[in-house]
């Protein structure tokens, strides 16, 4: 059992960054691959970034490509996703999960466990 707690959400102009990081509880974090999503409202909950375990695999949604870097440190059980030059559209909950499997997923079928969800809001 895992359990995932997002923070460093919050409300940010556009081009600007943030950092959100997922704790994860649990011995067993590096044997999970992680992943980033989001859901913005009226919309599906859909793929932005994941992390293989050892980090050494990365995978970015078109849309986030080149703004966002996800990475992890094990030693603190820990996922990031940092998000620069944000755009309006960014708005959204963002999730982290963690998947059962050395390898990373893409949709969210392939994520076990979730976290409860932050808020970014990006103004124009």
């Known amino acids: 059992q895992v359990q995932l707690v997002e923070s460093g959400g919050g409300l940010v102009q556009a081009g600007g960054s943030l950092r959100l990081s997922c704790a994860a509880s649990?011995?067993?974090?590096?044997?999970?691959?992680m992943g980033w999503f989001r859901q913005a409202p009226g919309k599906e909950r859909e793929f932005v970034a994941a992390?293989?375990?050892?980090?050494?695999?990365?995978y970015y949604a078109d849309s986030v490509k080149g703004r966002f870097t996800i990475s992890r440190d094990n030693a603190k059980n820990t996922a990031y996703l940092q998000m620069n030059s944000l755009k309006p559209e960014d708005t959204a909950v963002y999730y982290c999960?963690?998947?059962?499997?050395?390898?990373?997923?893409?949709?969210?079928?392939?994520?076990?466990?979730w976290g409860q969800g932050t808020q970014v809001t990006v103004s124009s």
């Open positions: 992390i293989s375990w050892s980090g050494g695999s990365t």
């Open positions: 649990g011995r067993t974090f590096n044997s999970y691959a």
């Open positions: 999960a963690a998947r059962n499997s050395l390898r990373v997923g893409v949709t969210e079928y392939a994520y076990d466990y």
